[in-house]
């Protein structure tokens, strides 16, 4: 059993719902784990969606697993 520490979302009312999903591919990218790893954060990779998860931008897919 995992417990949840942390967690990102894009609001289905983003104001900029593009630049949420760009940030959110930085974060989720090699690139962006290397970044939380120099600043101590050990990222979950890939990111695990929550059972009700919908509507994940398909350019995340590659970063993002399904329960």
């Known amino acids: 059993r ?6 990102i979302t894009i ?3 983003a104001p900029d719902k593009q630049l ?12 962006g784990v290397q970044i939380s790893q120099n600043n101590f954060i050990e990222p979950i990779t890939p990111a695990e969606a929550t059972p009700n998860s919908t509507n ?4 995340l897919n590659p970063y993002v697993v399904m329960p």
Do not use: K
Request: aromatic share 8%; no cysteine.
């Open 2 to 7: 995992r417990v949840l520490f942390r967690s």
């Open 11 to 13: 609001m289905n009312n």
């Open 20 to 31: 949420a999903t760009d940030f959110l591919q930085l974060l989720l990218s090699p690139q």
């Open 56 to 59: 994940i931008p398909s350019v």
